[in-house]
């Protein structure tokens, strides 16, 4: 049984209205879900001696999100992860983005998905947000109608993402959670277990844009198929921490794709998605900067993230899957996150 409950959370500046917090409670989570990015503020679950923890990263009030932030949290759209040199064709037509990310275009550009005001509509067991992305928003084409479900069942937080464009365009949405199983200001995640499903992975560049190559994960570093913890196995293969791709299986249903684990306390996620591909990062770019929920600073390595989406650049890679949108379709994508104890 979910019970869903609707309070203010903040005022925008300069009078552009308020934004709203969901609290979705189960038996054995909690999670807060502002209209603001359709982000994901709060996620508290219980350790293995029942203690109740906030897992994910971020802030106590709306003025740290409406500042610069690493998009904690947030939905990220109209497409996620980077489109190299910020520009793409669809149709013999060149269409051109902010370039945000060195030479790059990241994240939807300098207004994308996470920095709009969704209109909410609440569920019976969860919250369902929608917005306009009118046509030429950061340079995309056509005008895309979103929608994005955010459903509580006991331990399982599924995301639904629905799309439909009035013109052919690139769309890829995920949501950029970034968890701490021992609780969010713990000062690092060496001490996490990670398991993913994948037998290959997207070599990049230097500025993060894949090569183009699928590269085989077996002997790499990039073989998580079996559980590694990832201090030790950071130092073994001397990474300074993982910003990749990882290559799914893709299926209509979602298929079990990764695990985070944490030994001292149980906690453990399980990731599911109809998505083909899963960026695994490690916050390597939190520099302790930002004073986050309870004054805790979060430093390189204090949080990590597991981004089921499209595979980066897709727009500009033809053997990379399908990227594009048509006007008679619609984009549907499910992720599931079950939390549990082991």
Known sequence: ?????????????????????????????????????????????????????????????????IKKHPYFGAVIGRVANRIAKGKFVVEGKEYHLAINNGPNSLHGGIKGFDKAVWAPEVLSDGVRFFRVSPDGEEGYPGELKVWVTYTLNSGELMINYRAQSSKTTPVNLTNHAYFNLAGQGSPNIYDHKFTIEAESYLPVDETQIPTGEVASVQGTAFDL??????????????????????????????????????????RTIDVYTT??????????????????????????????????????DAVNKPRFPNALLYPEEEYRHITCFKFFVS
């Open 1 to 65: 049984m979910t019970k869903v409950t609707r309070e203010k959370f903040g005022d925008l500046p300069h009078g552009e209205g308020i934004v709203e917090k969901f609290l979705l409670k189960s038996d054995t989570i909690e999670v807060e879900i502002i209209s603001l990015g359709c982000i994901i503020t709060a996620l508290k679950t219980k350790s293995r001696d029942g203690e109740f923890s906030d897992i994910v990263l971020g802030f106590d009030h709306l003025e740290g999100y």
């Open 225 to 266: 198929r079996e559980p590694v913890e990832l201090g030790s196995h950071l130092q073994k293969f001397q990474l300074g921490g993982f910003d990749h791709n990882f290559c799914l299986k893709q299926a209509k249903e979602p298929q079990f794709c990764a695990r985070a684990y944490h030994p001292p306390s149980g």
């Open 275 to 312: 998505q083909p591909g899963i960026q695994f990062y490690t916050g390597n770019f939190l520099d302790g900067s930002l004073k986050g929920k309870g004054d805790c600073v979060y430093p390189k390595h204090s949080g990590f993230c597991l981004e089921t989406q499209n595979w980066p």
